[in-house]
């Protein structure tokens, strides 16, 4: 008796450590860590912009930086993130779930198709948006945490 509790134990434990395994060789970038950071702690743990935009158009500081091998497009008011884009995330994929790529839970969105998914139910943002592409991946993926547009 004592033997299968052990192995049952043991079990659980195995299991728990794969599904962290599953959970971080999926994650493309930490979407709820990166929207509390500041501008200056971001560039601590990720590195300088590789790109600073100068649209006068866009009130907004407009920053890309190289997250995970990703360009992660960052537009900043008063060096808080307001929005978060990335343009063809790597690993991501549309499937019935894109969200777990960013270290989210699995909302059910407020609008969906074919190409596109919406969910305002998503602690901590406004909106968030996917457009698939035709393989199956994401071509963006939006993050709005307080952006006027």
């Known amino acids: 008796m004592k033997i299968k509790k052990i192995i049952t134990l043991n079990i659980l434990i195995f299991g728990m450590f794969l599904n962290c395994d599953l959970q971080k060789s999926l994650l493309v970038v930490d979407i709820q860590e990166l929207s509390k950071l500041n501008r200056n702690e971001i560039e601590t743990k990720y590195g300088k912009p590789i790109h600073i935009s100068n649209d006068k158009s866009i009130k907004y500081d407009q920053v890309y930086y190289s997250i995970n091998e990703n360009e992660v497009y ?3 008011e008063k060096n808080k ?3 978060i884009f990335l343009q063809n995330p790597k690993k ?4 019935s779930n894109p969200l777990v790529y960013f270290n989210l839970d699995a909302y059910s969105p407020y609008f969906e198709n074919k190409v596109t998914k919406r969910w305002k139910n998503v602690p901590g943002f406004i909106e968030v948006s996917a457009v698939a592409n035709s393989n199956g ?3 963006q993926i939006s993050f709005n945490i307080s952006r006027k547009f």
Do not use: D, R
């Not at 991501?92 to 499937?95: M, T």
């Open 137 to 139: 991946g994401l071509t």
């Open 81 to 83: 993130p307001i929005w």
């Open 92 to 95: 991501a994929k549309f499937e």
């Open 74 to 76: 960052i537009e900043f």
